[in-house]
């Protein structure tokens, strides 16, 4: 019986992949532990290989195919001694393939050819994945600047834990791109002191849990040194990596800290959803003379989006996005929400429900003026954070409405959170821990009274 | 005077010994300006510090204000090692590195009193003051935090190929916080230019040294980092400028990192507020009448035949330096209430 090869999932945040390369052809016959194909995840390309011999009997999802969701089948496989006539019609076993090793230098080319050709002509919009728009926002400012250097855990050699610095060593060198042992509060502190002395660091955190190992220097050194030297000590530094919830890695390794850093004064933090203002948000962030948080999202590393290909072109900080207007509720989010907050607006337009999405993108300072006049407009707001409710970006929204838009208001604000627990492992109990879009919705309807 | 003229006698009598006697004054100059100048930057932190504790029993100055009285010989013998292209930062036990660094002793006063013309303008307080000029990079208020930080600034030197080096204070309770041994780590595996100079000062607030850290000598600890260590006589401002010349020396040929640890102590509480219970006054004043750093220079220079004279003239200048700047403390204002909101953020 013919055995379909399903699109494997290769990473626990993969929902879908790039079948990038064949390595067989139709015909070939295959022995276990053979390269089959290389497929791209949202962390690296991967090669995979074979479990079963027999011979590649049809080949269903062409190399080259984006967006191909985890247990697809890609090919069928005939196994050894069965008739060749068998078609791929026929009901067959299900035979995930087997990842064998990372192949990042393919990974790596393939990047290249997404990025705007060096030194001619300004590329007016290309797609680009969030990942690479990171990494062309530090490469770019990098170029421009030869005090501005890249630190953190397995940033050069290994091109990173989740590969945003893929190509950074190579082309800068290990004066620029430095592997630190793992040393969080010893690095940031090593950063913050860097940028007193007018260097400017890109300190990368593996994950923003890790930060809270350097949440002292963050905090009492970065933030507040400029305050108590009265105006002498500036320090231009950039603490970055991905924050918020990944998928099936527990309380520990999955939490949105977004609220921790925008409490404190001194700081910048920033939490964009789009390759493009990831990119523009970044190369502004190494530009400022203060010290900024710059809040990924694993999640979002491997999505695309179309970037402007001007390296001059930057997207200033503390100013929020309208990404879909619409005049009954206002939505607002930021990071990984704001796509969710969109499927949530497509949803509630089938229900004559015209909903406007705010991605705040900078969270301190934060852009009340857009928010203000949207409610203004709406007269109903929704909030939406992956992070837990208590002291929350959405309690702070709730607390501006509440100074400023009150009279504005034809319903309480509703906040979408996560939920107020740790993140818990299971797959269900996950999927109950964070904001879904069909909560998004039901708080849209509720405060348009049409729950 | 006696010792002098009994010398001047011998000269006479030959030439020779005429010419290595000149040679031997010439020395014993250069010793003597060395000494002088030492002994002014000790006598201006001795008594600034005096003066500081007295605005704090009159209510001048609040909050914490840890006083670094015992301690001077380790900043003045540690400033005498380096030139003005290193940099210098160090914990909350600040006001004598401030003043050894060349920093205004107005603007350290008139910090301490909260006031618009201190360095900070009244914002930083004690713990935190800074000057760029100075290459004076603070002045921090959380145990040890200084210590990746100073690994930082040795960082910049090394990434712009500067001849400089940082020296980087910290206390022996300091000592035993992770991020030293993090930084200690970072230093050696890149070899960079940063002197960590542990002042002992014998007590962690309240807790003796050898209730705190366990194992070897203080000096011993970046042995398994293959740091160089060094205990050094901490009360002698000539040991300790020989020890950081051997440690800046070695630092600035790109060996990396050095440890110096200053046996050292304070006569006064960790704070103005600590009584200090957990030793005995016999001990404070032992260590003031046998092993005090001023002391030991005054008695060298005098061996030099300078006149005590001379030192007096010295202990009334200083005594006016730092009148005018408890007159500056007092006198200028308080910062505007418009300065509450400014430099938390660079405009940009």
Known sequence: MPVEILMPAL?????EGKLFKWLKEEG???????????IETDKATMEVEAVDSGILQKILVAEDTEGVPVNTPIAVLLLDGEDNGTSSENQGDKAPLVVDRQTSDLSIS??????????????DVYTQTVREALRDAMAEEMRADNSVFVMGEEVAEYEGAYKVTQGLLKEFGDKRVIDTPITEHGFAGLGVGAAFGNLKPVIEFMTFNFAMQAMDQIINSAAKTLYMSGGQMGCPIVFRGPNGAASRVAAQHSQNLTSWFA????????????AADAKGLLKAAIRDPNPV????????YGQSFEVPGDPEIIVPIGKANIVSSGTDV??????????????????????????????LRTIRPLDEETIIKSVAKTNRIVVVEEGWPTCGIGSEMAALMMEKSFDCLDAPLIRVCGEDVPMPYAANLEMLALPQVADIVKAAKTVCYQG | MARSSKSATKQRSSKSKQVKSAVRNNINDKLK?????YYRDM???????????????????GGFCHLYIGQEAVVVGMQAAIDSKSSVVTSYRDHGHMLACGMDPSGVMAELTGRVGGYSKGKGGSMHMFSREKNFFGGHGIVAAQVPIGTGLAFGHKYRDEEAVCLTYLGDGAINQGQVYESFNMAALWQLPCIYIIENNQYGMGTAVSRAAAGRELADRGAAYGIPGDKVDGMDVLEVKKAGERAVEHAISGKGPYILEMTTYRYRGHSMSDPAKYRTKDEVNKMRQERDPIDNVKEKLLLTGLEEKSLKDIDASIRQIVSEAVEFAQTSPEPDPQELYTDVLVNN
């Open chain 1, 11 to 15: 990473s626990p945040t993969m929902t």
């Open chain 1, 28 to 38: 070939e016959s295959i022995e276990p532990g053979d390269a089959v194909a290389e």
């Open chain 1, 110 to 123: 393939q990047s290249d050819e997404s990025s705007p050709p060096q030194g001619q002509g300004r590329v």
């Open chain 1, 263 to 274: 409490h404190c004064p001194g700081l910048k933090v920033i939490a964009p959803w789009s």
């Open chain 1, 293 to 300: 948080v710059f809040l990924e999202n694993e999640v979002l």
């Open chain 1, 330 to 359: 206002t939505i607002v989010a930021f990071s990984i929400m704001v796509g969710k907050a969109l499927e949530a607006a497509s949803q509630l337009a089938d229900d004559g429900i015209d909903a406007e999405v705010i991605d």
């Open chain 2, 33 to 37: 300006d060395e000494l002088l100048s």
């Open chain 2, 43 to 61: 006598v201006l932190i001795r008594r600034f510090e005096e003066k500081a504790g007295q605005l704090y029993g009159m209510g001048l100055i």
